[in-house]
């Protein structure tokens, strides 16, 4: 049987013609047998596929011979094609929709003014510094916040946001002013989201921003569940969550009866299709697998 992986991956670089690049990644993953999703606008690439392994380092060499993608960080995980739908290749103003397309500078060496990059290990070495001072590390999830619900950093600030493009609202809200002066550290899932982010807190006076470098996925190879993250990692794709390791924490709740579960589960009403945490015993019946409250209207 043949080995499959997924592959995630993003590059913040000037991309002169998008649309010829969008071909060239779809005719290319076509041929690989590889689905899943890629986005490119003019200021890089952004992908997540998966595929037969062989296919999938393939896909990566060939994607990195283009000039500006060349050195771009690669993360492996659990998974294939078989996970995805679909595969969708799509060219847009943002790579990441914050909703600010013009106020995000990439040059080639990639984003221009964002926070500090810190690998996995440079995070613990930060907080055990500020520590000794007496100092807190404010950790800011660059997530939406129902990913929040079965895994983040531990006392983590967890934003009040729904989809990404709410988050320069909820930062202009002056409800985080406090934190203006304090050592933060923006996470997100593999990186991409905290690049544009930490830019955006950097521009609007939150005078030390620091990045997890790669992301809660770099994290979790690196420390498994023996640091500073908690619970389990929401995924966009069939999989919906994957865990570090077997001592993993299960910190979300169902909605009906609040038994500990990692599962998203849609609404059973059709009309419905909210996305929420359910037990597999809640899940189980139609009855039971609905919003708590009554659906949304």
């Given amino acids: 049987m043949a080995l499959n992986r997924i592959v995630l991956f993003y590059g ?23 689905r899943g999703r890629i986005i490119i606008s003019g200021d890089g690439i952004n992908a997540t596929v998966g595929g037969e392994l062989d ?21 492996f995980s659990d998974g294939g094609a078989d996970d995805f739908p679909r595969l969708s290749v799509k060219v847009r103003d943002e790579l990441v929709s914050f909703g600010a397309p013009g106020e995000l500078v990439v040059d080639e060496h990639g984003v221009v003014g964002g926070g500090t990059h810190l690998a996995p290990e440079q ?10 001072r007496g100092e807190e590390v404010v950790f800011f999830d660059g997530r ?16 009040d946001v729904a989809t990404t493009h709410d988050f320069i609202a909820e930062l202009d809200s002056g409800k985080y002013d406090a934190l ?21 807190m950097i521009n609007r006076g939150f005078s030390e921003v620091y990045q997890l470098d790669g992301g809660i996925v770099r994290y979790g190879e690196a420390f498994k569940d023996t640091g500073l993250w908690e619970g389990s990692l929401y995924v966009f794709d069939k999989r919906m969550h994957v865990e570090f390791s077997d001592d993993a924490a299960t910190i979300g709740r169902c909605v009906r009866c609040t038994a500990p579960t990692s599962k998203f589960e849609n609404c059973a009403n059709p009309s419905c299709r909210t996305l ?22």
């Fill in 123 to 132: 995070l613990h070495e930060l907080v055990a510094v500020k520590q000794s």
């Fill in 276 to 297: 929420s945490l359910y037990c597999a015993g809640c899940a189980g019946a139609a009855e039971t697998l609905r919003c708590p409250d009554g659906c949304p209207a």
């Fill in 180 to 200: 203006k002066d304090k050592p933060i550290v923006t996470y997100c899932t593999g990186g991409i989201r905290c690049e544009v982010l930490s830019s955006l």
């Fill in 12 to 34: 913040f670089t000037p991309v002169k013609d998008p649309d010829a690049v969008r071909l060239w990644q779809r005719a290319l993953c076509e041929k690989l047998g590889l």
């Fill in 55 to 75: 296919a999938v380092k393939q896909y990566v060499k060939t994607t990195r011979e283009y000039r500006g993608f060349h050195g771009i960080d690669v993360k």
């Fill in 144 to 159: 939406n916040a129902f990913e929040a619900q079965i895994g983040k950093f531990r006392n983590a600030v967890v934003p």
